[in-house]
């Protein structure tokens, strides 16, 4: 690995290795040389990206955590289902002093915390959030210099849209201890609860994740929407309900056809789990019709068809009423 310094900053790592050479330019230049194009660190993240990686690179040990503190354990709660809970995740819960959840956590899990555990809501909802996120991460920092040990709960997993790698960063340039506990990802769980598996050997050998808040319309999307249409693979959109209309659009004015199966699944893996399916072209009038609202996952491919075989928690909960 080489690293190359200006006025004692990182600005630009170059990972050398026999099957990939890849460039993360800090000030979001072209880079010359690049196998695979310049990733530019996203606006506001400049100075902590140049934090965390220069303690990365430099020769000398980083610096430890501050003693006397908390640690940290960032959470996956999973998709819903409180019984998708890891093992680990479950232990955190039991052992926290604090803990700092979100909206979408089942709440049946906080039963799991000790009596006088301190609980902290810090839910975001769409465009509604209880708190900013500069204000999670000093909670977080705060409670851990307190010397608590602090579960910071999130839906699904933690590192997928998820915002756990920015509180991760926070953490790490505080010097707070910090563990990171994976969760099960709705992007997976939730299209199984619908009977549809991501990937089949006779349909589908690539997966690709994407975010549905970001409008298409938008100037500077970072989305290709080009790449994204001509996949032969399936497509999951996290959090894509509201812009549905705009997502399906654009895929078919990329390409992909019209007639590419489609599927919106409401609050997967629970019992308040709806799935509507239809088309590229028809799937907006049917969700509208449906009247689904977030949250809400959306898969678009050929993959889709196997639902109608598949749909086993449909069943299993009408069995179960």
Not at 15 to 34: E, K, T, W, Y
Not at 120 to 137: M, T, V
Not at 179 to 185: A, D, M, N, R, T
Request: with cysteine.
């Amino acid at each position: 690995m080489r690293h190359e310094w200006t006025k004692g900053l990182v600005r630009r790592l170059v990972f050398l290795d026999p099957h990939d050479q890849r460039v993360v330019d800090i000030g979001g230049n072209p880079m010359a040389g690049s196998t695979n194009g310049a990733s530019p660190v996203p606006a506001g993240q400049r100075e902590r990206f140049e934090w965390i990686v220069a303690g990365l690179l430099t020769d000398g040990p980083r610096e430890s955590p501050i003693e006397g503190c908390g640690k940290v354990f960032i959470v996956g709660a999973g998709p819903g289902d409180p019984d998708l809970l890891t093992l680990k995740g479950k232990r955190c819960l039991e052992a926290a002093d604090v803990v700092v959840y979100d909206a979408l956590v089942d709440k049946r899990l906080l039963d799991l915390c000790r009596p006088g555990t301190t609980l902290i809501y810090a839910g975001k909802r769409d465009s509604r959030h209880s708190r900013p996120q500069e204000e999670i991460n000093a909670i977080l920092i705060s409670e851990a210099r307190a010397g608590r040990t602090v579960t910071r709960l999130k839906g699904g997993d933690p590192f997928i849209f998820g915002r756990g790698g920015e509180e991760a960063l926070a953490l790490a340039e505080a010097r707070i201890a910090f563990e990171v506990v994976p969760g099960v990802s709705a992007g997976i769980a939730v299209p199984a609860y619908a009977g549809i598996p991501l990937t089949h050997r006779d349909i589908a050998s690539q997966v690709t994740f994407v975010t549905g808040h970001e409008c298409v319309k938008r100037d500077g999307s970072s989305i290709d929407w080009d790449s994204l249409a001509r996949s032969p693979g399936t497509l999951v959109f996290f959090m894509g309900l509201k812009n549905l209309p705009h997502i399906a659009e654009a895929l078919v004015a990329h390409s992909r056809s019209p007639e590419t199966p489609t599927a919106v699944i409401q609050w997967g893996t629970t019992e308040h789990q709806v799935t509507v399916i239809g088309t590229l072209a028809d799937i907006v009038e049917r969700v509208r019709a449906a009247a689904l609202e977030p949250p809400a996952l959306v898969v678009v491919g050929e993959v889709v068809r196997l639902a109608e075989a598949l749909h086993w928690f449909a069943e299993f909960e009408a069995a179960r009423r």
